[in-house]
């Protein structure tokens, strides 16, 4: 749409949406700007010390003018963010049907894991048409993972989950940085988006990246080695509670409130298990903090949330 060098190319649902937003302000702006140059400098000229331009008749109250420089600035600015407002929203809310990708920022890399299995360090590949949600962390220090084509843009946080979410409408390479200084390698922290056809990427996921394991299935591996699966027994008979069915579900816990399980919950729940102990269970779960590192507990969140569908799944059996 909009062909200048200085703007990155448009390359995904959002990037129009983004730009058609940021021209009709800059518009309007330069509208306004222009408008009140032009008045300052003509009246300046025209009223100027010994000009004969009539000074009669001058007023110092106008209720109509009030009211129309009131009025229109306030429809402008409200009709802008009620404008920008629908914009944001659509572009933190991900489609439902949204395939996920795990990324892991570190000093200095971009670490991505995709739940087929395939592992990929600064490049990222993503079909053609169909809407990705990233799921977002931090090995470190605050990082954040941009992509100029797509505009968008989302800070990694340490300590939890972060989205970002976009569907790509062009074949090609774009750029990929990290838009929060991290540290001496910072510059250097910069990766490409690839963007292939469907079924371009099938093949690429059969391809050398591939792992041979899917996340949730090295989640289960790893779920055995950790001695999970002591406590945590799908017939419910274990000291911790069975997991099945857990992905989405509200949980009591042991203070009367009820929270969602959801991503954060489930690292929460690994790394600091006594932070929300689960109603009628005793708080014997150790923590895992010093022995999984972040790409392994996104491959436990993984199983459990496969757990989740399990349920699902059975319930009509
Ligand atoms: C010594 C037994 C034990 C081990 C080992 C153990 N857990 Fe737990 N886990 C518990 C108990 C007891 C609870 C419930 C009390 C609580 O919330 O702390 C729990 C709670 C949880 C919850 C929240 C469950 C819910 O219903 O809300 C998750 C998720 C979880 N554990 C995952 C894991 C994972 C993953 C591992 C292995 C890395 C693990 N646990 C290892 C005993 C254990
Ligand atoms: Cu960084």
């Known amino acids: 749409m909009f062909n200048i060098p200085l703007f990155p190319t448009e390359a995904s649902t959002t990037a129009s949406r983004v730009d058609l937003l940021f021209f009709a302000l800059m518009g309007i702006i330069v509208f306004f700007t222009a408008l009140i140059f032009v008045g300052v400098i003509f009246f300046s000229i025209r009223y100027r010390q010994g000009s004969r331009a009539s ?20 429809c402008i600015t409200m009709g802008i963010f009620a404008w920008a407002s629908k914009l944001y929203f659509d572009m933190h809310v991900p489609p439902r049907d949204a395939m996920d990708i795990y990324v892991v920022g570190k000093q200095w890399m971009w670490y991505i894991q995709h739940p087929e299995g395939n592992r990929e360090i600064d490049e990222l590949h993503v079909p053609l048409g169909k809407p990705v949600r990233l799921i977002l962390t931090s090995q470190d220090v605050i990082h954040d993972f941009f992509i100029p084509a797509f505009r968008v843009k989302q800070d990694v946080i340490p300590g939890r989950y972060t989205t970002e979410w976009f569907e790509a409408t062009k074949v090609g ?15 250097q922290m910069v990766g490409k988006v690839i963007v292939m056809q469907p079924w371009e990427y099938e093949q690429w996921l059969s391809g050398k990246s591939s792992t041979g394991a899917t996340m949730s299935s090295s989640g289960e591996q790893l779920f055995t080695q950790f001695g999970c699966v002591t406590c945590h027994k799908s017939d419910n008979t274990g000291r911790g509670p069975s997991l099945i069915g857990l992905f989405g579900q509200k949980v009591k ?11 954060d919950y489930i690292r929460e729940s690994i790394l600091d298990p006594t932070a929300k102990v689960v109603a009628t269970y005793q708080p014997v779960m150790p923590t895992f903090k010093n022995q999984i590192d972040q790409a392994q507990l996104m491959q436990l969140i993984e199983y459990v949330k496969s757990l989740g569908k399990q349920q699902t799944a059975s319930k009509g059996k």
């Open 55 to 74: 000074r009669k008749g001058a007023t110092s109250e106008n209720l109509k003018l009030e009211l129309v420089w009131t009025i229109i600035p306030l």
């Open 173 to 187: 390479e774009y750029h990929l940085f990290c838009a929060q200084y991290c540290g001496t390698g910072h510059a």
């Open 253 to 263: 816990l042991q203070t009367g409130q009820t929270v969602v399980a959801d991503m």
